[in-house]
């Protein structure tokens, strides 16, 4: 009877054969010491060329450091005349206009510098291109990952690649010509007659966002607030996206097996196998997108409309710092409106830091107690 | 109770590669059936057909009837459908390391919209209890996640999780071969215990293994099924010699 519990047994002249094989690999005769091991021995312990390869690497990492204080305190010096002037004012006061009996803000002519305005007019622009490019980018990611038939898959990544590396300048262009109509004659109208329809503008008044003094009132002028958005969000949305593309193509298989073997459909699959276990990664983009949105200059200040107002309404002119910074710097006669400048840039810098802060703060809330991630 | 398996004419396909040709078989209801032979002969195939997650690849293909209880997976029913009735263990645990062991427990129901707390807390305890891992995490199903259960806690619990939607078949792909011994042998009592309400296949590499918890043994090579009988007979007295030379070790 043939027994199939019987281990293998280790025979002794495979024993004999094995260590034969490594004294030929080490160079014949035992005992002697081989041409390879005398080699070897003569290399000494290599500490000094690994002491000098970890001294490089520190030094790199060092200079980051250094590049982030440098440009503090260069920002800091640069706008110290336009701080002893306004001090913590310069980011929330402003004067009024004696003719018009509005808020003035910025009037380099008579040396009126408040930032406000730009502060407002970069995170409201962040903020709109975030709730258009988010949805998109994941739906995008999901489609990429999960769904998108094989010839499709390089196409389409390539083509989402490819809006990342499109110049500023050139979206900026695209934006004045194409975008503003688009908006101006078929997204705004419609945008303002949900958002000023009297039944609405009855029901949900108390929230401030409809009616002619709403987030659509105002005039329609194409250029504004919300084309910045727009435009912003076109720009975020391939970084959002190939991240999160990353982040969903690492979580394993097994994990998809595991939910659809419990009878997940694919939707079901992809929320509780896919966006569960990458949500971390996820919101790690939106911060990446939400960080080059903040910092966006040339688009922006093509279709923001450069005016330092405040207003609700984001179809109205606004202004932002990265482009209150490109438009005027060049022509900043005083001292006083150059150090202001400056300092908008040191408040841009600041607040990208206080974003980054929030949004890591953010991270930590949500996965606080989550466990870690299956390798 | 579980429910029998008629597989007739079955073939499937990765790419241009027939991994499975003409497969004929009938597993019993409420037994354990172990399917064995040398890695790439297609036995996971063949156990990914039972529930159609070999389709979920998308250069595979397959062609033949597979009949749980009476139903014609392949065509009367959605891939969806099927795979709530019959669990599947793999061969590596995957627990969701997002969720609690509660939710991963129930992540078949919630996914179902099962919501009732107090059925869930009965069917929670009484899964993990079948799965012999209660006793282990009571104190902390809600606390703990699923991941920082060790390698064989988190096959139990995997079990657990596959037992919580009363399916009729249980299907086990390798369930015991990332794991330690100790692990193992309670995976095997585990098998042993749930086949008199389940019909289980096991795919294992583990010939002793086969012969512990088996009633049939279904052997496969190059893609083809070569024997199939009760265990004792294909281990004592085999009727094809490649199973012979198979199970004493001639050969994989």
Redesign the interface.
């Known amino acids: ?6 281990e ?1 047994s280790q025979s002794p002249t495979e024993e004999l054969k094995r260590s034969s094989a490594a004294d030929v690999l080490a160079g014949g005769v035992p005992g002697e010491v081989s041409a390879v091991r005398g080699y070897l021995l003569s290399r000494g312990n290599s500490a000094g060329s690994d002491r000098f390869f970890a001294g490089a690497m520190l030094l790199c990492a060092l200079a980051i450091f250094a590049l982030v204080a440098l440009i503090a305190v260069e920002l800091m010096t640069q706008s110290r005349l336009s701080w002893h002037a306004f001090g913590l004012s310069f980011f929330y006061k402003f004067n009024v206009d004696p003719i018009t009996h509005l808020p003035l803000f910025w009037d380099p002519v008579n040396g009126v510098f408040y930032a406000l305005p730009f502060i407002y007019g970069t995170l409201v622009t962040s903020l709109v291109a975030l709730c258009i490019a988010v949805p998109l980018a994941i739906g995008l990611a999901v489609f990429l990952t999960e769904m998108c038939p ?1 010839w499709m898959r390089a196409p389409l990544s390539f083509f989402t690649e490819l809006l990342a590396a499109i110049p500023s300048v050139v979206y900026g262009l695209w934006a004045i010509f194409i975008l503003v109509p688009l908006l101006r004659e078929h997204v705004n109208p419609v945008l303002i007659a949900i958002f000023t329809e009297p039944t609405l503008t009855h029901l949900l008044g108390w929230t401030g966002l409809f009616g002619d003094n709403g987030l659509f009132g105002g005039v329609n002028l194409g250029l504004g607030l919300l084309c910045g958005g727009v435009i912003l969000a076109i720009m975020i949305l391939p970084i959002i996206a190939s991240l999160t593309r990353e982040v969903m193509r690492s979580v ?1 298989n ?12 694919r939707w ?1 699959m992809i929320r ?2 896919v966006l ?2 990458a ?1 971390i990664g996820i919101v790690g983009s939106v911060i990446l997108g939400l960080g080059r949105a903040l910092g966006e200059t040339m688009a922006v200040a093509m279709v923001i409309g450069n005016s330092p107002e405040i207003h609700l309404s984001l179809l109205s002119m606004g202004h932002s710092m990265a482009s209150v910074i490109a438009n005027e710097f060049s022509e900043a006669t005083s001292d006083m409106h150059r150090s202001a400048l400056i300092e908008v840039g040191l408040a841009l810098f600041l607040v990208t830091i206080v974003v980054n802060a929030f949004a890591r703060i953010l991270v930590w809330a949500v996965t606080r107690g ?5 390798q | 109770m579980g429910v029998g398996i008629e597989v007739k004419a079955l073939n499937a396909w990765y790419g241009s590669n027939h991994t499975l040709q003409d497969i004929e078989l009938n597993i019993p209801a409420n037994h354990a059936t172990a399917l064995i032979g040398p890695s790439g002969c297609g036995k996971s195939t063949f156990v990914r057909c039972l529930n159609r997650m070999h389709e979920t690849n998308p250069i595979a293909r397959v062609t033949g009837t597979v009949r749980i209880g009476d139903l014609d997976i392949y065509h009367d029913i959605s891939p969806v459908e099927i795979r709530r009735r019959v669990g599947m263990v793999f061969q590596r645990p995957n627990p969701f390391p997002t969720m609690s062991i509660y939710d991963n427990v129930c992540s078949g129901l919630k996914l179902n919209g099962f919501r009732n707390r107090r059925e869930l807390d009965e069917i929670v305890e009484r899964s993990l209890r079948n799965a012999a891992l209660w006793d282990e995490v009571k104190d902390d199903l809600k606390k703990k996640s699923g991941a920082s259960l060790s390698g064989g806690q988190q096959q139990r619990m995997c079990i657990a999780r596959a037992l919580a939607v009363d399916p009729e078949v249980l299907l086990m792909d390798e369930p015991a071969s990332a794991l330690d011994p100790v692990s193992t042998s309670k995976i095997e009592d585990l098998i042993f215990q749930l086949k008199s309400q389940y019909t289980i296949v096991i795919v294992t590499h583990n010939m002793q293994q086969a012969a512990r918890v088996a009633e049939k043994t279904g052997f496969f090579l190059n893609g083809r099924m070569v024997e199939f009988d009760s265990t004792h007979k294909i281990f004592t007295n085999p009727s094809d010699k490649r199973t012979e030379d198979y199970i004493t070790g001639r050969f994989g």
Request: proline residues 12%.
């Open positions: 009877m043939p027994n199939p519990l019987a293998a094989l394993p097994s994990q998809r097996e595991a939910a659809l073997a419990l009878g997940a459909t079901e509780m196998a569960r276990n949500r989550a466990p870690a991630r299956v």
